[in-house]
């Protein structure tokens, strides 16, 4: 035999053995990854809650399971009680990207303690913020109003729409529970001595008017507000510093009351949020859980996302594809390289 021909079936057999061994070219083995992922990852149900920060986290969630992992999306609607109540007693949806755990947090931590259901990313690294708030117009032309205490002494920098020798907070809409804890606020700061009246504000819609209002006149807004919020974003809101430390005990026995008699001045709690998953899904969803183990953002990030879906009468999908568009910085540093790869091609 030629040494030609021995070293051409030489390399026919290691060929043959690489491939026997699962060795094969990396076209081969990239394809065999891609599959591998797919089928790990599998069908999931997500939950889109009925507010926009979380449809927006739920639509980059879909995109990037989808796009990058393989996995079969499906988006649920839901809200906070009835999708975590569901999760804990059926087992569905699969993934709450966004929620709001507070209220349910001792259920949600034996669930979790049982293994029924997993913590994964702390989806808004800062937590949800709420307070009282002004326009950061008003904060740059008057620097010395930093804390509740600093606005309160500007009645006249706050004048009330009903009466202009008041100054007034704008309360949270009713039949709203930050409804009771703007008002429990007002009272622990003694506003009215201080010459501001508590101006309920009616709904949501009517609240958001009024911000409207004062950023299009230039004049001066005191009230309740929480982040993130596309309101925030488009019009650059400040939240004051109370001054003082949140007390979870004192906050929850009278604060959070109507019937309370002497409310204290508190910080507001940073409320946790967290992205919750089941037990068959963090068993069953393969690399696709560590993206949800590390997709995390920060508030000013989705504020300013919700503030350029309002300008652009953008749904949230929408926003979810230009928020990948436009800031791989943040989300690639979720994503293996090759993941990214395969979002950015979808895009």
């Known amino acids: 035999m030629s040494r ?4 051409v079936l ?23 990854s891609a599959e591998a992922t797919s089928q790990a990852c599998g069908q999931v149900s997500v939950a889109s809650m009925s507010w926009q920060s979380a449809e927006l986290l739920a639509q980059v969630d879909r995109l990037i399971l989808s796009s990058g992992y393989g996995c079969e999306v499906a988006l649920i609607p839901g809200d906070t009680l009835p999708t975590l109540t569901s999760m804990m007693d059926k087992g569905q949806p699969d993934v709450a990207p966004e929620a709001w755990i507070s209220a349910l947090r001792q259920p949600l931590d034996e669930a979790v303690s049982e293994g029924r259901l997993h913590y994964a990313a702390r989806a808004l690294l800062d937590g949800g913020m709420e307070g009282w708030w002004i326009p950061r117009y008003l904060a740059d032309a008057h620097p010395d109003i930093r804390t509740i205490d600093d606005a309160l ?36 700061w003694d506003a009215a001595s201080k010459g501001f009246v508590l101006l309920d504000s009616g709904s949501a819609a009517g609240l958001d008017g009024s911000i409207a209002r004062a950023h299009e006149r230039k004049e001066g807004w005191l009230g309740y507000y929480w982040a993130p919020t596309a309101m925030v974003g488009r019009y650059d809101m400040v939240r004051l510093d109370p001054g003082v430390p949140h007390d979870s005990q004192a906050w929850d026995s009278c604060n959070t009351r109507p019937d309370c008699d002497q409310p204290r001045q508190l910080d507001w709690p940073r409320s946790e949020v967290f992205t919750v998953l089941t037990d068959r899904f963090h068993k069953a969803g393969g690399p696709a859980i560590g993206y949800l183990q590390k997709r995390a953002w920060n ?24 928020f990948l568009r436009t800031q791989p910085d943040v989300w690639q540093s979720w994503v293996e390289a090759e993941v990214a790869e395969k979002v950015r091609a979808s895009l």
């Open 153 to 188: 002494a500007r009645p006249g920098l706050f004048p009330s729409s009903e009466d202009k020798s008041k100054g007034a907070v704008h309360n949270c809409p009713a039949g709203w529970h930050c409804q009771i804890t703007t008002a429990n606020a007002f009272k622990a």
């Open 10 to 32: 030489t390399t026919l057999a290691c060929a043959a053995l690489l491939a026997a061994c699962g060795k094969s070219d990396p076209a081969g083995s990239a394809t065999a």
């Open 299 to 322: 508030t000013e990030t989705v504020n300013d996302l919700l503030a350029w879906m309002s300008l652009n009468q953008a749904d949230a999908e929408a926003g979810a594809r230009h």
């Open 4 to 7: 030609t021909a021995l070293t």
